[in-house]
């Protein structure tokens, strides 16, 4: 058995009466509690598992099956929730590394982590390489012919590929992982500081967040341009989950339970659905008032806008609130696929963009169609399924007869994200 | 619980299926083109008015209208079947035979908005067109260029061409889903709404529109066909599309539209 199978997890805001007990720290007295051994928080997984879908859902093109994902109901999507809950399960799992072993130790281990997504993102970009040559060899459509323009990197394969693996050329759809990346990198700074004070580093991240927009830092990319996510900004997201994971959530309880939260919280729910709503039907935008219209576009993906973060604050605040941590359905037999995915999320998330690209592949050259599009996306979640179940099974098979030798250290896995 | 799961799995079975019994339906119709053109109507119509315009043909002045576009204002090898000769057509066909209409196109080979903006003051200088169709952010997608700088490069080529005393519409990029792995249109398809918005001009939302026509399967833009039949067929509709939005836009008295 590894840690990973018996760590609990506080709730994600801990409103459901999550165990105030520490772990035995060595180092007398840190600043950060960690919650008690017990069993799986299987909200997280359940988010996870359920962001990765959406996910692959939405680096497919678009299609009836679009509609369920998130980002159609407001300003926040898939990737707030990836991200925070990757945040909330690596500051977890090294936070309790390194009060158990050492900063160096912890630190040693995140990068070892950081270097398995390294080789997952190079991994994607090779298959990206293969899909864009050949459809750049067989495609002259010539309704098309400026779009093809963006074959013109192939010509130029010695700095392409030099700037791939530096992660500053990124191919659409393939930003997460180098945004995980840099946070994964910074995660051994960040725990440090938490460790000493994890509100002053909270505030730290923040103030970080606000210098980023004020003075338009960001990220330069190949061959010109930035990072689609600025990690400067969205590494809010990332402290905040592991400010929550470290006791932060356990500390806002209060403020979660109440009412007044949940109300403000439904109320903003409502309103961006409203906003939302005017994409899609542009005869209710002349309800909206033209000043707040000014006011509020463009809602920045980029750098996480302030409306985006809040939006994903009020949609935690809710789950956390009508989701408890004993909800039996989390042990029911519908949810276990999403759950399963959740619990693997690297491996997952590296295999839902090799499928959004082997859909986009099968559209193109079998046939297009809103059947074959229905049955790509289905397909594609059952194989996200079917891998997370045999990688769970291979697990457990591998730790039964492994358990003699190999020593309990915290799984990756659960800080995995992607 | 479980009962409820259970019927929204149903649910969604029964949403998936849908689109495919459309799909059957609409495929029949995709040889003549003004069916394939068929278009729900909140794509053609804009808040935003063209003043300039609706003066021009109520005075019976000559309506002069430049395209400024790119490599896929046209197509290769056949200039009188892209869309802004298929609009010119089809402007002729709508407005009273009096009116006289005149087409131009500026073709800004490779270049992002920045680019094309600047020579803006001088192309308005030669010549002095009632309205510019503005076509833009394809060649910025393509570089990633940054989005607010984008925006403020549509922002100044807008006002400039403003300043210059015609009326403006914006056009964004295509729907290639051949591309769309590869090329990210959003945040230029968003900032240009940001700016029509904000000018209080029209947007001709192409990249909806070619959307919609593969998406109900009127015509199938992942085929890899080399011959031009495809690319003539939509640059056709696309210009009836344009006129279109052009005389609602314009608000021409609908006696006029009849004809």
């Known amino acids: 058995m590894t840690i990973a199978d018996q760590v609990t997890g506080s709730t994600i805001a801990g409103t459901a009466g999550a165990k105030p007990a520490g772990t035995k720290p060595r180092a007398a007295a840190p600043a950060i509690t960690l919650p008690a051994i017990g069993e799986r928080e299987l909200r997280l997984d359940l988010f996870r598992g359920l962001a990765l879908w959406l996910i692959f859902i939405d680096h497919l093109p678009t299609s009836l099956l679009t509609w369920f994902t998130i980002r159609n109901y407001g300003f926040s999507d898939a990737t707030e929730i990836f991200i925070f809950i990757s945040g909330y ?3 977890f799992v090294y936070g309790r590394a390194m009060l158990e072993s050492g900063v160096v130790i912890a630190t040693a281990r995140i990068l070892r982590r950081v270097w398995q997504i390294y080789v997952a993102h190079v991994f994607l970009f090779t298959i990206f390489l293969a899909e864009i040559s050949y459809v750049a060899t067989r495609f002259e459509n010539p309704l098309y012919t400026e779009e093809m323009g963006i074959m013109d990197f192939l010509k130029q394969p010695d700095i392409t590929i030099v700037q791939a693996l530096l992660l500053r050329f990124r191919p659409v759809n393939m930003d997460v992982l180098p945004l995980y990346i840099v946070l994964m990198l910074a995660l051994p700074l960040i725990l440090w500081s938490m460790k000493w004070r994890p509100d002053v580093t909270l505030g730290l991240s923040v103030v970080l967040y606000a210098v980023t927009w004020e003075y338009d830092l960001y ?13 400067l900004a969205w590494q809010l997201l990332f402290v905040f989950g592991a400010w929550c994971a470290l006791g932060g959530a356990r500390r806002m309880s209060r403020i979660l339970a109440s009412p007044v939260t949940m109300w403000i919280a439904i109320a903003y729910l409502a309103a961006a659905f409203y906003v939302t ?24 993906k980029t750098d996480l806008d302030v409306l985006r973060f809040t939006h994903f604050l009020a949609l935690a605040a809710l789950t956390v609130r009508f989701l408890s941590r004993d909800w039996p359905g989390l042990k029911s037999r519908w949810l276990r696929p999403l759950i399963l995915c959740g619990q693997h999320s690297l491996e997952i998330f590296c295999l839902g963009v090799f499928l959004a690209f082997a859909g986009h592949f099968i559209l193109a050259e079998v046939s297009g169609g809103a059947a074959m599009h229905a049955l790509i996306s289905l397909s594609g979640v059952l194989i996200m399924w079917g891998v997370a179940w045999v990688i769970s099974w291979y697990k457990r098979v591998a730790d039964k007869s492994g358990a003699k030798t190999k020593n309990a250290v915290g799984n990756a896995d659960l800080a995995g994200g992607g | 619980m479980k009962a409820k799961v259970l019927l929204s799995l149903i649910l969604l079975c029964g949403g998936l299926a849908a689109p495919v019994a459309r799909a059957g339906d609409a495929a029949p119709a995709a040889s003549p083109p003004p069916a394939a053109c068929e278009l729900p109507s909140y794509l053609l119509t804009s808040e935003s008015r063209l003043p300039k315009v609706a003066h021009a043909v109520k005075a019976g002045k000559p309506l002069d209208i430049l395209v400024v576009g790119s490599r896929s204002t046209t197509i290769p090898s056949s200039e009188s079947s892209s869309y802004p000769a298929r609009m010119e057509a089809n402007l002729k066909e709508k407005l009273p035979a009096s009116e006289v209409v005149h087409v131009s196109v500026e073709i800004q080979s490779k270049k992002t908005a920045e680019e094309a903006a600047s020579t803006f003051v001088k192309l308005m200088e030669a010549k002095t067109p009632t309205l510019v169709i503005w076509q833009t952010g394809t060649v910025d997608a393509i570089r990633s260029i940054d989005p607010d700088e984008f925006r403020s490069a549509v922002t100044d080529g807008v006002v400039a061409l403003q300043k210059a005393g015609a009326d403006v519409v914006l056009m964004n990029l295509q729907y290639s889903p051949r591309t769309e792995t590869m090329i990210s249109a959003q945040p230029f398809l968003d900032n240009m709404r940001v700016v029509a918005q904000e000018h209080d001009i029209p947007l001709f939302d192409r990249f909806a529109i070619m959307r919609q026509w593969n998406d109900q399967g009127q015509f199938d833009l992942f085929s890899p066909s080399r011959g031009p039949e495809l690319a003539k067929q939509v640059h056709d509709c696309l210009g009836r599309a344009l006129a279109q939005f052009v005389i609602d836009a314009a608000h021409l008295e609908p006696a006029q539209q009849q004809n």
């Open chain 1, 219 to 231: 990220f330069s990319a190949y061959p010109n341009g930035f990072w689609a996510f600025n990690p």
């Open chain 1, 277 to 300: 709503l005017t994409w899609y039907v542009p005869q209710l935008s002349q309800f909206m008032p033209k000043r707040i219209e000014q006011w509020m576009y463009p809602i920045d």
């Open chain 1, 89 to 91: 399960t690596a500051a």
